[in-house]
């Protein structure tokens, strides 16, 4: 873990060393606490439900936007053999680039807490679904930044990275949206269902925390970050 450990803070210092985590933060700060107050008064309850609906769209913007340099600028500033001659594995460098980016996702989400603690001020709310969606946008933004690691090591260009991340994700999130089952045939209705991100999100969400719904998580990432490992040995062959 010693070299996880390297990678991470490596990653994380080019972060901070540059206007990359500060442009993003404040983006994503301001335009969700922008999004879930032009509602929230109107609504005239005090819950958090309003931010986490919205929580899996940001995510799936800024997600991408994270993770879309971490092997394309690699690749384009020809650093990518330099860093593999170290005495560093292929899944090392994966999980250590990866730890980094979900470091810098989980501070975006974390930065959310006060507004925690101003509608618990406001009223009596109903922590279940609170610590559910924090779970849930967790897990589904740990999903997210999988899936955008593993995109950014098939091209060198960051924008294309960054916008194929964005289908993909916004793909594997509707296609078990309810129009989308219902339109499938009934012998593809539970499978869309059960592979789709929004309809295991929802029910994190609603404070019911099943293991079968964390546990589909985990495979998404763990699923993403090995065809990641794989694209990274790939270059042996190239």
């Not at 032009?38 to 609906?53: D, I, K, L, N």
């Not at 650093?79 to 975006?108: I, Q």
């Not at 999988?146 to 991340?165: D, E, K, R, Y």
């Not at 609603?206 to 998404?220: A, F, N």
């Amino acid at each position: 873990m010693k070299n996880v450990a390297a990678v991470f803070q490596k990653e994380l210092r080019s972060y901070f060393n540059s206007p990359i985590a500060y442009i993003v933060i404040i983006l994503f700060v301001g335009f969700a606490n922008w999004l879930f107050f032009r509602s929230f008064f109107m609504s005239g309850r005090a819950s958090m439900r309003m931010y986490f609906t919205m929580l899996p769209w940001l995510f799936m913007v800024f997600a991408p936007l994270i993770t879309m340099r971490l092997w394309a600028e690699e690749k384009k500033l020809n650093t990518l053999e330099l860093l593999m001659t170290m005495p560093l594995r292929d899944w090392e460098a994966v999980l250590g680039k990866f730890f980094s980016s979900l470091f810098l996702l989980t501070a975006m989400l974390l930065l959310s807490l006060p507004l925690t603690f101003c509608v618990s001020s406001l009223g009596n709310v109903d922590w279940g679904p609170i610590i559910g969606g924090y779970l849930g946008a967790f897990l589904m933004g740990a999903a997210y930044v999988s899936i955008g690691l593993f995109v950014s090591c098939l091209t060198q260009n960051q924008i294309v990275a960054a916008i194929i991340s964005f289908f993909v994700c916004f793909g594997l999130w509707i296609v078990g949206e309810a129009i989308v089952v219902f339109m499938a045939p009934a012998s593809l209705a539970g499978i869309l269902e059960f592979i789709g991100l929004g309809s295991h999100f929802d029910s994190i969400g609603r404070g019911v925390i099943d293991s079968r719904d964390i546990i589909y998580y985990l495979t998404v990432i763990g699923f993403f970050l090995f065809l990641n490992v794989k694209g990274v040995e790939s270059r042996k062959w190239a």
